[in-house]
């Protein structure tokens, strides 16, 4: 970004930015688990889409002066709903046997296809509400000075930070993407936390398509189309093994940061778009390769 113009060192343009980083952040929370334990989710994108359109449903109950109760229960419906689909990846996948990349291709497909459905193919207009307060660059009151969305993304990454280096089930997850078979042989229940690791993979979407509908203030059963790979992109930049056993929390973090950058700083510029998914694609491979070099090192 050395190039970049003076206005992208601006305050508000570090802000936005970093608010920008909210719904490709908590997202990379959730799939940083899933790929710690050596699985994918490709269903991602599809149940943020899913999360706005059911928050925005949800909030029409109660329009056109919806009461507290009402958007609370909007929240909780859109996040329980998603955290279902990922109960279904993880059940019929560890259970099974089926490949992830198989059961979270479908599922991508299902919650899209639901959320067509639930918004009648059409995007959701929902009441104004304090959910859409939680994307806004400049926050009120200002002394939060970040938009309220950016301190819930840092307050999550702290809680997974200290799951994954602090408690049993954070063990468990390094030790199913290193060496499942030897997980199984030690009691480790492979299927019961193949599916909580799911679970909350898709809560973590339902909380991000929250953060969606609040930054496009309806619902929209065709958003966050292609984020999946974005998100994947953030854990595996961050330092995320694809081939599982390694990742972390602040890495993803960091990781989903610097695709904001390079996305606000090729619009900047003026840089196409066509041009920028080209250079997103070439540091995911460049990201992929150099992991690969790693393995081979360490062996």
Known sequence: MVLAPSAFYSLYNIKTIITQTVIIGIGALGMTLVIISGGIDLSIGSVIALGTVVTARMLNIGAPDTPLWVSVAAVAGAVGLC????FL???ISASLRIVPFIVTLGMMQIARGTAKWIGEEQTVIAPQTWLNRWMEVDPAPSWLVFAPGVWLLIIL????????????FG???????????AARLCGVRVTFYRTIIYTVCSAFAGIAGIMQ???????DPTAAQGMELD???AVVIGGGSLSGGEGSAVGSLVGALLMAVLRNGCNLVG??????????GAIIIGAVAVDRYKQRVSR
């Open 213 to 219: 509908f609040s930054n496009l203030t309806v619902g």
């Open 89 to 91: 990846n993880g059940i």
């Open 231 to 233: 998100i994947i992109a």
């Open 157 to 168: 990454t702290v809680i997974m930070t200290i799951v994954l280096k602090r408690t049993i």
């Open 171 to 181: 063990r468990y997850v390094f030790a199913l993407g290193s060496n499942e078979s």
């Open 83 to 86: 955290a279902f689909c990922g």
């Open 271 to 280: 840089i196409p778009n066509y041009v920028q998914n080209i250079v997103i």
